[in-house]
């Protein structure tokens, strides 16, 4: 994989959390990159691994009982597998940024607003050494133009609004504001659209779409829509049962898919245009995590699966230029 | 959970197979529950201290060494004796055994808590679920009645109604249940708002379930666990307020062996005869506590939330 | 999609709502009230055999619909209609023998079920509650029914929790067909699902429908998945039906402009999104401030003047195929 350095690297990044019925083997082997300013979207189901890939990264999931079993991460260069809490933290003030599904779980609904911005902003302040402290009126300024960058309408009113009196869209687009307040290289934005409307999910994809162009940041999304991932990144990645399956451009993803797995995602969507007339889902269910299946996760329900495949792992191949993934088919066959 | 393993499962037979098959979920849940119970040293705690209490219910008055002495024997020549290999608690000012009192007082408070939380429920559950079933007129005047009686201190309140009554344990245990069943209707008020809303329920009624079908099947199951943990903390409650009535007299009379009471008398006796106070307060103190910590180890398991799956 | 229902007289509608209202009273500070206008006279009518569509955002009233014909909420004004019956106001034994008719699967799988209680206990209610059955042969016709929807031996005994969504949604759906009601109303039932669980559920009630002879009146956020189970369709904006017709032509021309800014506003699974895609500027209004005239006027890209403003534009036929409620189409017959 040429190209620029990367941002944020991952290799081998294996994860297990323990649990009262054993440990669970959540994240197998997880291996991707992302460069300066690239839009990478990860898919897959509920239980794929793909929120606690990100989130184990930048130092959300609390360890025990959670376990890094193998693997580095690196950002920027620098490998923070290992790094402490506190370089952790900084990273995850100043470099990194994090939306979510639910933007009401991260307001807090006893302050304005405006309080709360300032707040994020003095915060990252101190995270910056270089930077000179700001007065009040200039934070105000600050949390003004952030607002306005995010396009919520009237912005000075609403920062005198307590979080209640906003309405779902009108909350992402605050919480969008308070991640760049730091000027963060790296977004990760977690089902930042589930919870609302589709026309108010428009609006929220316009406006990252706008923001990527506009700041040249990296942003991951994380998304179980095929749809959101597609209207908004260049590169996706597919997870599985904690594995990455296939990690490809998004129109060779969508025209020309190659793990058995992202096929039957994609023949399993209902079409807008009435072009699919007959669903197939995947059959069975996701593994179990304590003992996940030998070989590839993803053997018990792939229908094209011959003996190596619960034997042998597969190696992630590169079967198309820029376009990878990991399945025996592709390298020398199932048998 | 596949689907795959489940489809090749047999149909259930009758007996042991079959029992074990019905309950396989239930046994799985009591073995999550023990594991999470006994992972927190304070609950285990508060379980060891209120089994131990329970097995002094039990068999208090076939170990202690002079059961006479809970019953006004008079023994005057050895009296506020300390501490020895016969009197391990030494005697009080008639020369009781104070082991002996403060073991038997064990079965006084536990009753006495029993009966408290056992009238509470009883009149703050139904209340409580009608309140919240209900609406109106008629939710309005349980909840302000509840408040009125959530508003005056309980111990105050008990206080005037032994104060009208007279003292003794019976009138004791009438007041307290008297004050103690509004935090009932409060709890389950808000369980059955927050069931009734619930899809579950919503499905029950629209296949055409009667409100009793709906208040006995589906409402009540839920509120188990918070009755639970509320009437284990409660039990604790109960017996301090109990001794607490013993304590100013409006309780339990001497001579009967309640520990409130026998506090009272010994404070007279402090600090030379330190261990007439003492022991019996020891004891309240280790209920009350162990009571406590098991309340907030059942909250720990019962509470879904914090259940893993 | 044709189902074995169409042989009846296909004249009469299953169900029709005629002018459906529901009003919300909220409390506001100590004394004062606000009206909700959750639903505002809807006019719809269900042929037997369908698999009917109702569409729309949060706050369009369609859940609101839903609770009204399952009798669970007292309408405001207006009748609902089943087989020529008015069922609005039904009580007692009659309002029982209405319930054997109509059921209903809701949109959380997890919370539909008593978490307390076995999925034995869930799925036999509807049978314990009208007293149809009892002992094995209760239990009998439970395994029998949880066969026909996926679920084989070894879940009677299960509780909820141990069970995954799609699983659960499948009892769900049991516990609705277990006494051959007519009509089944699914409010939502695959968004809480994963897309191949949702696939699965999907198909599995595309082949139910066909196997049980039901109608369905199938409520939901996403068009994909109307599009794909149902024939006709209803497009709901705050409390009112604006667009009418069969889905195809629904979803390939829609004339009313909201049903042509959702359908643009769904961001599509392929290799290049569609231009010229429609961004609705603002918020849904809130139900207890519902703006005059078309409610849709302050976030329409095509309003043509004043009487937007002013006028409740009626939902009229257009076309051959559906109905529409919008000034645009005011001059035609």
Not at chain 1, 198 to 225: F, N, P, R, W, Y
Not at chain 3, 215 to 235: E, G, K, N, P, Q
Not at chain 3, 299 to 317: D, F, M, N, Q, S
């Amino acid at each position: 994989m040429a190209g620029p350095a990367p941002l944020l690297e991952l290799r081998d990044y294996s994860l297990s959390i323990d649990s009262f019925d054993g440990r669970l083997q959540v994240l197998d082997g997880v291996s991707f990159s992302i460069a300066p300013g690239e839009v990478v979207g990860i898919v897959g189901e509920t239980g794929c691994g793909k929120s606690i890939t990100v989130k184990s990264v930048i130092g959300l999931v609390p360890s025990p009982p959670a376990k890094v079993e193998s693997g580095t991460v690196s950002f920027d260069g620098r490998d923070i597998t290992a790094a402490g809490e506190s370089a952790i933290r900084r990273l995850r003030g100043r470099e990194v940024a994090m939306i979510f599904q639910d933007p009401m779980t991260y307001l807090n609904p006893l302050f304005t607003v405006g309080q709360q911005l300032s707040d994020v902003i003095r915060a990252k302040e101190a995270l910056d050494p270089a930077a000179a402290p700001r007065t009040r009126a200039e934070r105000r300024a600050k949390a003004l133009a952030l607002l306005g960058q995010v396009h919520l309408p009237d912005p000075e009113r609403q920062f005198e609004s307590y979080p209640h009196q906003l309405s779902g869209g009108m909350r992402q687009r605050v919480l969008i504001a308070m991640a760049l307040a730091g000027s963060p290289r790296l977004l990760i934005a977690d089902e930042p659209t589930t919870a609302l409307d589709v026309t108010i999910q428009a609006q929220i994809l316009d406006l990252v779409k706008e923001l990527v162009e506009t700041l040249g940041m990296a942003v991951i999304i994380i998304s179980h829509d095929l749809g959101v991932v597609a209207a908004l990144c260049r590169r996706i990645l597919v997870m599985y049962a904690g594995t990455i399956v296939e990690d490809a451009g998004t129109a060779d993803l969508f025209e020309n898919p190659r793990h058995p797995y992202t096929r039957g995602l994609l023949a399993a969507i209902p079409r807008l245009d009435g072009s699919v007339t007959s669903l197939s889902g995947i059959p069975g269910s996701i593994p179990n995590f304590i003992e996940p299946p030998q070989g590839c996760r993803f053997h018990p329900r792939c229908a094209q699966a011959g003996a190596r495949c619960g034997r042998e792992r597969p190696r992630n191949l590169e079967v198309a230029p820029d376009h990878w993934t990991a399945c025996h088919l592709f390298d020398g066959g199932v048998e | 959970m596949s689907a795959g393993s489940e489809a090749t499962t047999p149909a259930p037979r009758r007996g042991l197979a079959d029992w074990r098959q019905r309950h396989a979920s239930t046994l799985r849940s009591l073995r999550l529950y023990a594991h999470t119970f006994s992972r927190s040293v304070s609950s285990m705690l508060g379980l060891g201290l209120v089994l131990l209490f329970f097995l002094l219910v039990l068999i208090g008055p076939w170990i202690v060494p002079f059961p006479e002495d809970a019953r006004g024997a008079v023994n005057l020549d050895i009296k506020l004796q300390a501490p020895d290999a016969t009197h391990w608690f030494g005697t009080d000012e008639v020369g009781n055994d104070i082991f002996t009192r403060v073991v038997l007082g064990t079965r006084v408070s536990f009753q006495i808590g029993l009966i408290v939380v056992a009238i509470a429920l009883v009149i703050g559950v139904p209340l409580g679920i009608v309140a919240g079933l209900a609406g109106g007129w008629l939710r309005e005047t349980i909840m302000r009645v509840t408040d009125v009686f959530l508003s005056v201190p309980g111990l105050v309140l008990a206080l005037a109604v032994v104060a009208v009554l007279g003292p003794g344990i019976l009138n004791a245990i009438l007041a307290l249940a008297l004050v103690w069943w509004p935090g009932y209707v409060r709890l389950i008020e808000s369980k059955t708002l927050a069931l009734k809303s619930e899809p579950f329920v919503d499905a029950a009624r629209a296949v055409g379930a009667g409100t009793a079908r709906i208040v006995f099947l589906h409402i009540l199951p839920n509120c188990v666990s918070p009755i639970v943990v509320k009437a284990s903390m409660d039990m604790g409650l109960a017996i301090l307020a109990a001794a607490s009535l013993g304590f100013i007299g409006l309780g339990a009379q001497p001579p009967h062996p309640e520990w409130g009471a026998m506090i009272s008398i010994g404070r007279h006796y402090l600090p030379d005869f330190w261990w007439y106070s003492t022991f019996p307060g020891l004891a309240i103190y280790l209920t009350v506590l162990g009571f406590n910590l098991l309340g907030d180890g059942l909250r720990d398991i019962l509470d879904p939330k914090t259940r893993s799956r | 999609m044709s189902a074995p229902g169409e042989a009846r007289e296909p004249g009469e509608p299953l169900l029709e709502l005629r002018g459906l209202t529901r009003h919300f009273r909220l409390k506001e500070g100590l004394t004062g009230q606000r009206t909700a206008i959750a639903l505002d006279g809807i006019d719809l009518k269900l042929r037997r055999g369908a698999a009917y569509g109702l569409v729309g955002e949060s706050g369009s009233g369609k859940t609101t619909v839903a609770r009204l014909i399952l009798r669970l909420l007292q309408p405001t004004s207006g009748q609902i209609l089943f087989a020529g019956q008015d069922i609005t106001g039904l009580k007692g034994e009659a309002l029982m023998k209405l319930r054997e008719r109509i059921q209903i699967v809701f949109q959380d799988p997890h919370a539909s079920l008593n978490p307390r209680k076995t999925i034995l206990f869930s799925v036999a209610e509807p049978l314990v509650v009208h007293r149809r059955l009892k002992g094995p042969a209760l239990r009998h016709r439970v395994e029998e029914l949880l066969e026909i929807v996926g679920l084989p031996g070894g879940f009677l005994f299960r509780y909820p929790h141990e069970l995954s969504g799609g699983q659960k949604q499948r009892a769900c759906i049991a516990r609705a067909v277990a006494l051959n009601p007519e009509l089944l109303v699914l409010d939502e039932p695959t968004s809480a699902l994963d897309v191949s669980v949702q696939a699965q559920v999907l198909e599995f009630l595309h082949d139910l429908k066909a196997r049980l002879d039901l109608t369905y009146l199938f409520i939901s956020h996403d068009l994909s998945v109307v599009r794909y189970l149902c024939d006709r369709v209803a497009v709901m904006y705050m409390g009112k039906v604006v667009e009418e017709g069969t889905v195809d032509a629904v979803f390939e021309s829609p004339s009313h402009p909201y049903t042509e800014s959702l359908l643009s506003a769904v961001p599509l699974p392929q290799a290049r999104q569609p231009a010229g895609r429609i961004v609705l500027s603002g918020d849904v209004p809130s139900a207890t401030a519902i703006p005059p005239g078309c409610p849709f006027h302050p976030r329409c890209p095509r309003k043509i003047g004043p009487v937007c403003e002013t006028a409740v534009p009626r939902l009229e036929p257009r076309l051959r195929d559906r109905a529409v409620a919008c000034h645009l189409y005011g001059s035609e017959t």
